[in-house]
């Protein structure tokens, strides 16, 4: 029998569902507001959340302070050029894992997911080190190999999964029509799991381009993204919230607008599989 | 040309095996239906004929070259799967041209045999739709477009009628007879459906456990089974078995009379009371509880008047079939 929903019951739920949105979206809502606040008062206490002295001034000076659209170009590079290298290094690979796979598989897969759990911080010194001497340093060549390695379990995760969900006669079929091992997956596989490589690199894209841990550590100036250009403004002299802030916004806008109009493919992409 | 020769065929998933050895002629043009019950191996046996799972043991020839080992695509076989498996994403079009385009033919080439193939079953104005437009007959016509156009030695067919409905797999299973009958190409068919078989086959491989029962024409298996397995599989509803001292009466462990040999006659010799009365309108299925025997299962005309409860005598009015204690045909 079907679940009664009362009117009371949907306001309730309604009313829950709209407090617990605006409570993770708070953060990003005060940065917003604060990005167009004087200093003072983005440091003024108690918080305000709103002020009267609203300004555009703090974007200016960013502006004009720091050389944006190259990092947003990095950015764009490295997030894409990571994900897309994932992509090409990830089919193959869970192609296998989902239609032969071996005795040892599933052990893999889980040790896969099992590195993401290290701490980056684990292996930081010997990546700075290996990074500087084979001269990878501060480029984003290297940081395009960095977050591809990072991302890997996570897109060959995903990718298993749709995988996993494509019935192996349609793949038979193929092999009965002539169809070699890389025509079965350029021409049937490939094109059938077109929706869950979309929201594979969706969501690989966001990741990239959120990642601040080893676009810090791994570049100076030259392949700094738009992460580290956040850092740039927490300077020595002390933080400027409001800039920071304007900053800040800058970097996460891309990224906020590309989630915004692909929601639907990441929510399809992140429920994939829970329910058969 | 599509004669196809297994030779001590083996299969074993670890330590279960699912084809302990199989030795089988299928002569050019024959249409062979596996049949068994669920789990008899009959699935794996194709699979193995098509090459989409590796033999442990033993030869599979097509056209006289050994076969065993190549993979599927250069075995010139063309299979229909249960599931009908067409590409999703391409039109009826694309999905029939797919095994011509991966042969390297030329487009005019694919056209002209897509074309022809579509006239054959009727899918000329489906053919710039998808899948996921067309009903589970048009898709079954859809894997067998796909099927017809290689030309291939031999047709593989899994199951493909047990997605339909009841009235459509009638339809269907007449057009692959009429199919067989225009291209002439050796047709392996699997089904656990005893009438598909028994319609369809011009030989009817039984299969129980991974073991060929019995080999043979329809009728030569419906009117001379080797054992009581093919005995009770062929035949709807199955054959009726008695043991006891009426089986002993006919000097066997085991005597077994078909439904359609046994009349309601007020002198006959088994007297019982009427459970289950089913009336068709052509035919009538009655189930009979005789005293010392058990149920019997009587298939009567459609007018037939007997209902729950009745005291009928029954006798058999036909061949009595008869068996050893091992389960064997006595001659």
Known sequence: M???????????????????????????????????????????????????????????????????????????????????????????????????PGKRTKDLLMWMLSTKMM???????????????????????????????????II??????????????????????????????????????????ASTMLLNIILAWNEA??????????????????ASFSAPQGLFYAKLSAASTMAILPILILGWFSQKQLVRGLTFGAVK | MGQITLKQVRKSFGDVHVIPGVDLDIQDGEFVVFVGPSG?????????IAGLEDTTAGTIEIDGKNATNLPPARRGLAMVFQSYALYPHMTVRKNIAFPLKMAGMTEAEQTKRVERAAKVLNLGSYLDRRPGQLSGGQRQRVAIGRAIVREPAAFLFDEPLSNLDAALRVGMRQEISELHQSLKTTMIYVTHDQVEAMTMADKIVVLNAGRIEQVGAPLELYNNPRNLFVAGFIGSPKMNFITGPEAEKHGAHTIGVRPEHIRVADDGIWQGVVGLSEHLGSDSFIKVDVSGIGVINLRGPGELNVHHGDRIRLSPAGKIHRFDAQGLALK
């Open chain 1, 2 to 100: 079907a679940r009664a929903v009362t009117p009371q019951r949907q306001w309730i739920v309604t009313i829950a569902a709209w407090f617990v949105a605006l409570l993770i979206f708070f953060p990003v809502l005060w940065m917003i507001l604060t990005s167009f606040k004087t200093e003072a008062s983005a440091v003024a206490s108690p918080p305000q959340l709103f002020t009267a002295d609203w300004t555009t001034e703090n974007y200016t000076e960013v502006w004009a302070r720091s050389d944006y659209p190259r990092f947003f170009w990095n950015s764009v590079v490295i997030s894409v050029g990571s994900t897309l290298l994932g992509l090409a290094i990830a089919i193959p690979a869970a192609w296998s894992m989902a239609f032969v």
């Open chain 2, 40 to 48: 008899c191996g009959k699935s794996t046996l194709l699979r193995l």
């Open chain 1, 156 to 197: 060959v995760w995903m990718l298993y999964t749709y995988f996993k969900e494509i019935p192996g006669e349609i793949l038979e079929a193929a092999r009965m029509d002539g169809a070699s091992l890389w025509n079965e997956v350029v021409y049937v596989l490939t094109p059938m799991a077109i929706p869950g490589i």
């Open chain 1, 119 to 153: 701490p980056a911080v684990g292996v930081l010194i010997p990546m700075y080190l290996l990074f500087q001497k084979i001269g990878l340093y501060d480029t984003k060549t290297g940081l395009i190999l960095a977050l591809m390695l990072m991302n890997l379990p």
């Open chain 1, 213 to 230: 841990f080893w676009t810090i550590t791994l570049t100076t100036t030259k392949a700094a993204p738009l992460s580290a250009f956040i």
